[in-house]
């Protein structure tokens, strides 16, 4: 058995460590902490649950049945059963949000995952479009618009998340750029119009 050449070994650890679940809870705890206090840490945790941990469990159960190969969802033709799934999720932490008054940023930043996962699951169809790039672009993208430009400074952790995708041939250079770009401006121009 071969040792894996150090560059695997770094971009598996940011494929894992960044993926997309991870970057969620970072978005969402940041922007419900900072712009809302406790109260909007509380509605964090709430739209969580439906955005974070509901699809992670679901994943999970698809590992176990063995209809699922990994937590990142590898297959393509997999994702189009997984996508719609989390869609649900999404749209049920957005209903619940709208209806009970959650803050707005926060419930603007649900329907802005929702309205990536629209384009991402077209696309889907017929190519494997990197979720990676995609989150992490989109999340990069929300907290510039909600908390200010300073935080377009973490976009080259998109294009290291990006790179870990390559090496680790989970996607092609395109794959990545088109996610990045994808939900950067479907997640940026969602947020910035619901709130």
Same mark, same amino acid.
């Given at each position: 058995m071969?040792?894996?050449?150090?560059?695997?070994?770094?971009?598996r650890?940011?494929?894992d460590?960044?993926?997309?679940?991870?970057?969620?809870?970072?978005?969402?705890?940041?922007? /419900?902490?900072?712009?809302y206090?406790?109260? /909007?840490?509380?509605?964090?945790?709430?739209?969580?649950?439906?955005?974070?941990?509901?699809?992670?469990?679901?994943?999970?159960? /698809?590992?176990?049945?063995?209809?699922?190969?990994?937590?990142?969802?590898?297959?393509?033709q997999?994702?189009?059963?997984?996508?719609?799934?989390?869609?649900?999720?999404?749209?049920?932490?957005?209903?619940?949000?709208?209806?009970?008054?959650?803050?707005?940023?926060?419930?603007?930043?649900?329907?802005?995952?929702?309205?990536?996962?629209?384009?991402?699951?077209?696309?889907?169809?017929?190519?494997?479009?990197?979720?990676?790039?995609?989150?992490?672009?989109?999340?990069?993208?929300?907290?510039?618009?909600?908390? /200010?430009?300073?935080?377009?400074?973490?976009?080259?952790?998109?294009?290291?998340?990006?790179?870990?995708?390559?090496?680790l041939?989970?996607?092609?250079?395109?794959?990545?750029?088109?996610?990045?770009?994808?939900?950067?401006?479907?997640?940026g121009?969602?947020?910035?119009a619901?709130?």
């Amino acid at each position: 058995m071969t040792e894996p050449l150090p560059s695997t070994t770094r971009a598996r650890q940011i494929t894992d460590g960044l993926e997309p679940k991870n970057v969620i809870i970072c978005l969402v705890l940041l922007l /419900g902490g900072l712009r809302y206090g406790w109260s /909007g840490l509380g509605w964090a945790v709430f739209a969580l649950l439906f955005t974070a941990v509901v699809p992670t469990l679901f994943i999970k159960r /698809g590992i176990r049945r063995g209809t699922l190969e990994d937590r990142h969802v590898g297959h393509r033709q997999r994702r189009l059963t997984v996508i719609p799934f989390v869609m649900g999720s999404v749209a049920t932490a957005f209903a619940v949000m709208l209806g009970l008054d959650a803050p707005t940023d926060l419930t603007a930043i649900v329907l802005a995952m929702f309205a990536s996962l629209v384009p991402i699951l077209a696309i889907t169809v017929w190519w494997k479009v990197s979720l990676h790039t995609a989150v992490s672009s989109g999340a990069v993208v929300c907290l510039a618009i909600a908390l /200010g430009p300073w935080w377009l400074l973490l976009y080259p952790l998109v294009v290291l998340i990006g790179w870990s995708r390559v090496v680790l041939r989970d996607h092609t250079t395109a794959q990545t750029i088109v996610g990045a770009a994808v939900g950067g401006l479907t997640a940026g121009l969602t947020f910035w119009a619901a709130r």
